[in-house]
């Protein structure tokens, strides 16, 4: 008796189960090498960068991420073209078209760009993007993205900057 009890209790338990779904990571961190198209901005020439992004997934294929970059652009101001250190945090959202294995989306950020040199400039921007990310394992993808700031500053006109990166992140 105990036997059958036992058998018709896991019978109706598997028979009342829901299906099993696919759980992806929401978070995630990344490296990312790209190209800032300065065009001109304050003087600055165009430049490779290193970036450290984040996101958090929200809902419903929203995200909220962040990219930090520093480039070392040269200073046309400057006779010498030496070297000068700029820091362009941004945040922003995006939202994803496909959640699975491919990631395409479009999204915009709030950047600020700090570039230090004998008279440091700050700007604040904000810039449509598109980009796309491939999965190559459950908790690792690679993806392309391509940015367009447009940054003004009291007493300035508005400058623009074109980004071109690419990076890897580890979902988590």
Do not use: W
Not at 102 to 125: A, C, E, M, Q
């Amino acid at each position: 008796m105990r036997t059958l009890l036992c058998t018709v209790v896991f019978t109706l338990a598997l028979l009342g189960a829901a299906p099993a779904h696919a759980q992806f990571a929401n978070r995630s961190l990344g490296l990312s090498l790209g190209y800032m198209d300065f065009n001109d901005t304050k003087g600055l020439d165009d430049t490779m960068f290193v970036g450290i992004d984040a996101s958090l997934y929200i809902e419903g294929g929203f995200e909220v991420v962040s990219l930090s970059k520093i480039a070392f652009p040269k200073d046309t101001t400057d006779p010498r073209q030496k070297r000068v250190v700029g820091l362009a945090p941004s945040l922003g959202l995006r939202y994803l078209f496909m959640e699975e294995s491919i990631r395409p989306y479009v999204g915009s950020d709030v950047s600020y760009l700090v570039v230090f040199k004998s008279s440091t400039s700050n700007f604040v921007g904000i810039g449509p993007n598109v980009g796309v990310d491939f999965f190559v394992s459950d908790s690792v993808s690679v993806g392309v993205r391509g940015q367009y700031n447009f940054y003004i500053a009291l007493n300035e006109k508005t400058q623009t900057t074109l980004t071109l990166s690419a990076g890897v992140a580890a979902y988590f």
